[in-house]
Every structure is written in C-alpha cells, then in structure tokens.
C-alpha cells in the first residue's frame, strides 16, 4: 500500500499563475470585488475550478469584513420545524460559503439574549429568526441590532423580511382535491383556535366550500389539539350522528393520522368511503400511515433556503423588499384520497 503525505493546498498564487494574471486581480475576480472584465473573470474562475482552489474563509473576511457565518436562533427545540429550515438555509448559503451556526432559546428570555451576545462577540454576519409558531415573537428583540435578521416562521416586525408559508392557498389546494375526488360532505378538523394558522385556514376551509358550490355547516370547523387523539374524539363525535362526511381535511398529519385510525376501527375504507386529506407532509407520520397520507407540504427546506438567500443580499447591501413573504406550499398526493 502506497501512502502519501497530504495534499498541497492550492493557492491564490497558483490560482493567478494558471489564469496568466496578477495575485492582485484573481482576489478581485475570486471575491466578486473591484473591476474585472467578463472574459478574465471567467478565465480565473476556470483555472480555480480546474485547480481545485478553496478560498480561505478568514482571509476573505479580513479582506471584506465578514465573519461567512450566520446565526439561526429558534424556540422549536424539539426541531419538528426547525430542522427542514435549517437544511434549506444551508443549502441557500453553501454557495456562498457561509456557515449556520444554530442556537436553541426555548422560551427563555435570558438564554436567547445571552445566545445573541454570543452571535455578535463572533461577528455574525446576520441573523436568521425561526419557530414553531408564525404568530408568536421570539423571547427577545432583535430589533436595533448590528446585523440583519431575516424572520422565517415566526413573527416579525413590519419592517423586516418575514417569510411563512401560505396557509390558505394550501388550504384551498386541499379542499380542490377533495372536491374533485367527488366529495361533498367535507368537515376540517384542526387545532387551538389560539393558533392564527388554525383561523385562517378555516376562513380558507369556508371560502373554498363555497366557491364549489358546497354547503357549510358551522360544525363543519372542529378545533381541537394537534394530536392523534383529538383525530380519533373527532371520528367518534361525526360518527355518531346520522350526517357522516366523505372527505375529512385535517389541521396537521397527526390529527389526520388519528382520523384514519379512527376510520378503519370503524371498517370505513379510506379513500373509498371516506377521503382525508393532511396539512404539513412530516414524512415520518405521512409515509407510515395506513393508507399513505395525502397532505399539503407546507415546504419549509424552501422557506428556509429563500430566507438564507434574502440574508445575504442584506448582509451585502442589497435591496430586499420587506413585509410578509408567503411562500406556496405544496399538495403531496398519497394513498389516503
């Protein structure tokens, strides 16, 4: 066996040298800084390419004044949300070459300032606010702050870029499909009616029934919790009166998972009797239903990579419009309808 010692890093020497220009201009080129003409520029991203040339982080943040790595702070410590969001901001950023460095608040004020203090004394480039609630604020004002923030599934200021998903839109999605699977009987079972996504998804649920020309009874919204159990009281409760839905749309995948359970105790064939249809696409509980759970996938990799896009050109000076961004979500067709 033949073994090597390790491999010389390539240089912005070696760099400058294959491309037939100065150390001087490659940086500038490399950076995306100073004047450099199309054509030299794509001749020294080549000779990079072709080199195998990684740029040094810290000398690229000594030269523009840059740390490469962006703070991402979050309440959602049990990561159900936070975690596809986290994945979608690195993928947003690796072309960049910024890293994330995470920090979980819980709901406490003092450990998420104390998180922030940490961010800056690292000169963070910015910061990315995320949750498990898209109308709760998280324990701490990062308004006024040194460096940008971009807001994703979580509340913020009018002022700053704040991205969720678009609750109704994946609301009429659902009810669209279900009515074109020839259901007409539909009943939405959700959750706390303290949750703002839980109002507007039943304005959305109503608003959708009755562009199709369909009835809605005020029982047809059944808040509830977010939970498999409610899925099942919910079952129990239309079941034992004489006017039973056929199409069943659900406030998240666990409720829905539930209805389903509930649905075969009773020998109800789903999607023959009865189609259902969830919201959120958490593959884990979608996948392992029984049938197969068609839901909305709230996209939320593509929230978090738009997110880590819009920090960027707030980091390098670019206009970004600000307010609330409502990204599509998506209608993921399954076994269940």
Same mark, same amino acid.
């Given at each position: 066996?033949?073994?090597?010692?390790?491999?010389?890093?390539?240089?912005?020497?070696?760099?400058?040298?294959?491309?037939?220009?100065?150390?001087?201009?490659?940086?500038?080129?490399?950076?995306?800084?100073?004047?450099?003409?199309?054509?030299?520029?794509?001749?020294?991203?080549?000779?990079?390419?072709?080199? !195998?040339?990684? &740029?040094?982080?810290?000398?690229?943040?000594?030269?523009?004044?840059?740390?490469?790595?962006?703070?991402?702070?979050?309440?959602?410590?049990?990561?159900?949300?936070?975690?596809?969001?986290?994945?979608?901001?690195?993928?947003?950023?690796? %072309?960049?070459?910024?890293?994330?460095?995470?920090?979980?608040?819980?709901?406490?004020?003092?450990?998420?300032?104390?998180?922030?203090?940490?961010?800056?004394?690292?000169?963070?480039?910015?910061?990315?606010?995320?949750?498990?609630?898209?109308?709760?604020?998280?324990?701490?004002?990062?308004?006024?702050?040194?460096?940008?923030?971009?807001?994703?599934?979580?509340? !913020?200021?009018?002022?700053?870029?704040?991205?969720?998903?678009?609750?109704?839109?994946?609301? =009429?999605?659902?009810? !669209?499909?279900?009515?074109?699977?020839?259901?007409?009987?539909?009943?939405?079972?959700?959750?706390?009616?303290?949750?703002?996504?839980?109002?507007?998804?039943?304005?959305?649920?109503?608003?959708?029934?009755?562009?199709?020309?369909? &009835?809605?009874?005020?029982?047809?919204?059944?808040?509830?919790?977010?939970?498999?159990?409610?899925?099942?009281?919910?079952?129990?409760?239309?079941?034992?009166?004489?006017?039973?839905?056929?199409?069943?749309?659900?406030?998240?995948?666990?409720?829905?998972?539930?209805?389903?359970?509930?649905? =075969?105790?009773?020998?109800?064939?789903?999607?023959?009797?009865?189609?259902?249809?969830?919201?959120?696409?958490?593959?884990?509980?979608?996948?392992?239903?029984?049938?197969?759970?068609?839901?909305? %996938?709230?996209?939320?990799?593509?929230?978090?990579?738009?997110?880590?896009?819009?920090?960027?050109?707030?980091?390098?000076?670019?206009?970004?419009?600000?307010?609330?961004?409502?990204? &599509?979500?998506?209608?993921?067709?399954?076994?269940?309808?």
């Amino acid at each position: 066996m033949i073994v090597t010692g390790p491999r010389t890093r390539v240089t912005i020497y070696d760099v400058a040298a294959a491309a037939g220009v100065s150390t001087a201009t490659a940086s500038k080129a490399l950076n995306e800084t100073g004047r450099v003409s199309k054509e030299t520029r794509a001749r020294i991203r080549k000779a990079a390419s072709d080199l !195998g040339f990684r &740029p040094n982080s810290l000398a690229r943040s000594l030269t523009r004044k840059r740390s490469f790595t962006v703070g991402l702070l979050t309440d959602d410590t049990y990561g159900r949300f936070t975690l596809p969001v986290m994945a979608g901001i690195s993928e947003g950023l690796i %072309d960049h070459g910024v890293s994330v460095f995470l920090c979980a608040i819980e709901d406490n004020p003092e450990l998420a300032g104390t998180h922030v203090d940490a961010m800056l004394d690292k000169q963070i480039d910015g910061i990315i606010a995320t949750g498990k609630r898209v109308d709760r604020t998280l324990p701490v004002d990062l308004t006024h702050l040194p460096v940008p923030v971009v807001y994703a599934l979580t509340a !913020g200021p009018a002022d700053a870029v704040t991205l969720v998903p678009d609750d109704m839109q994946g609301t =009429r999605d659902a009810v !669209g499909h279900l009515v074109g699977q020839g259901r007409s009987r539909i009943v939405h079972i959700t959750g706390p009616t303290s949750f703002r996504v839980v109002e507007e998804r039943a304005t959305a649920f109503t608003e959708a029934m009755q562009a199709a020309g369909l &009835p809605v009874q005020t029982s047809a919204v059944m808040p509830g919790s977010w939970s498999e159990r409610w899925g099942h009281e919910a079952v129990e409760a239309l079941w034992s009166s004489s006017d039973r839905p056929d199409g069943i749309f659900c406030g998240n995948d666990q409720i829905a998972r539930g209805v389903i359970d509930a649905l =075969r105790e009773r020998r109800v064939d789903v999607p023959q009797d009865v189609s259902v249809v969830g919201f959120d696409n958490w593959e884990i509980v979608a996948e392992q239903t029984r049938p197969p759970l068609t839901t909305i %996938d709230m996209n939320l990799k593509e929230l978090g990579r738009q997110a880590g896009q819009a920090l960027v050109r707030l980091v390098n000076g670019e206009t970004v419009e600000t307010g609330l961004w409502r990204l &599509p979500c998506t209608l993921v067709v399954r076994g269940s309808s």
